[in-house]
């Protein structure tokens, strides 16, 4: 008997986030995702008069295939997905894992050049398609977020199924006040960055791209930011877990990084050029997720957090900057994570992860939830 969360989620991702239309075609990329889900996920596109392509995905096969890859496997495999991403007009992908670390021993040069070669298919897919990604539970998941498997179920379908709605409308005043502002101001434990973002313009994710959703971002100009910041959550980025990532920036790129392992943190920046410029800042309000679990599709949503991107910048809301890397780094600035506060302009909009100003204040959990 299916799982009847299964149906509804599977809703969510055809009506609302990617408002599948008749004869619309979607690719459906599913890692270690049980087939049960995949079987309601092609019902409901079908319901809804579109076409249902599928991918199915497996992790350690995709491990073997990066470990020996080289420039004509992964320039053969760019131009097969492309043309197949120029087919769609929108796609849905579930990524789960039982084993998170499953790239940890990819050599970092063939992970680098595979993620440059590959790069015109996920901009095929950013740029051209109504996109949506999240990532399916596992028990993996559920010991990351210090949770037996069984409530880490009933968390993830909590958090994946709430009124996105609702919350879009929450968030039309912090777009506004996004878009006109020029400085922005990030203070906390170690933590003293600013940078402008006029002209950048803000984009809400309120369910439409991510799930589960819950931030409003915009970008730094290229050669704005300066000062430092310390993040206080664990990432996860190329198979690898970073700890105590500390960067400093002068003219909007990063001159000095450091974190565990440090090695490791300087080939990520060191993938091309852009990848030590900035390509993301946003606040995320989440009211369900509360605490790192080391999953960016879960962190860069935790209530009261920000997070702040080396390497590229979306072409829809960004400053040009071009890189095979976009890494979500998050800070929590809630009093139990050492407080902080953002300013804009010389106004304070959030302090210790609670927006102050009236008309922001519904975006405060219990306004939410």
């Known amino acids: 008997m299916m799982d009847p969360r299964y149906p509804k989620l599977a809703r969510l991702l055809v009506e609302y986030s990617t408002a599948l239309r008749r004869g619309d075609r979607v690719l459906l990329d599913l890692i270690e995702v049980p087939d049960e889900f995949g079987v309601a996920l092609i019902r409901a596109v079908r319901a809804a008069g579109a076409v249902p392509v599928v991918e199915v995905r497996r992790t350690r096969i995709t491990r073997e295939l990066l470990r020996d890859t080289d420039a004509r496997h992964a320039a053969l495999l ?31 040069d063939r992970l680098a050049l595979f993620n440059r070669t590959l790069r015109p298919v996920l901009d095929r897919r950013i740029n051209h398609t109504r996109w949506v990604v999240l990532r399916w539970p596992t028990p993996s998941m559920a010991q990351a977020a210090g949770m037996s498997t069984e409530a880490f179920e009933d968390f993830f379908f909590r958090v994946c199924t709430l009124d996105y709605r609702k919350m879009a409308r929450a968030m039309t005043p912090l777009v506004r006040r996004m878009r006109r502002a020029d400085r922005v101001r990030i203070t906390g434990p170690d933590t003293d960055l600013s940078f402008s973002i006029k002209g ?98 879960f962190d860069e949503k935790i209530a009261g957090s920000l997070h702040f991107t080396p390497g590229q910048a979306y072409a829809e809301c960004g400053n040009g900057n071009r890189s095979a890397v976009h890494w979500d780094l998050v800070l929590i600035q809630r009093p139990e994570y050492g407080g902080g506060e953002v300013w804009f302009d010389d106004e304070l909009i959030r302090r210790d992860g609670r927006f102050v100003p009236a008309d922001l204040q519904g975006l405060n959990p219990e306004r939410l939830r």
């Open 78 to 108: 760019r131009d097969l997905e492309l043309h197949r991403m120029k087919k769609m007009q929108a796609y849905i992908a579930l990524r789960g894992a039982y084993n998170a670390n499953e790239g940890a021993d990819v050599p970092a």
């Open 200 to 297: 950048i313009g803000a984009v809400p994710c309120c369910g439409r791209r991510n799930l589960p959703d819950g931030e409003v971002f915009t970008c730094p100009t290229l050669r704005s930011a300066t000062g430092v910041i310390q993040f206080n959550t664990p990432s996860l980025y190329a198979g690898t877990r970073f700890e105590h990532v500390r960067l400093e920036l002068r003219e909007g790129r990063i001159v000095k990084a450091t974190g565990n392992p440090e090695q490791r943190l300087h080939q990520i920046l060191d993938t091309d050029p852009g990848a030590r410029y900035i390509g993301e800042f946003s606040l995320g309000l989440n009211p369900h997720i509360r605490e790192p679990m080391c999953d960016t599709l």
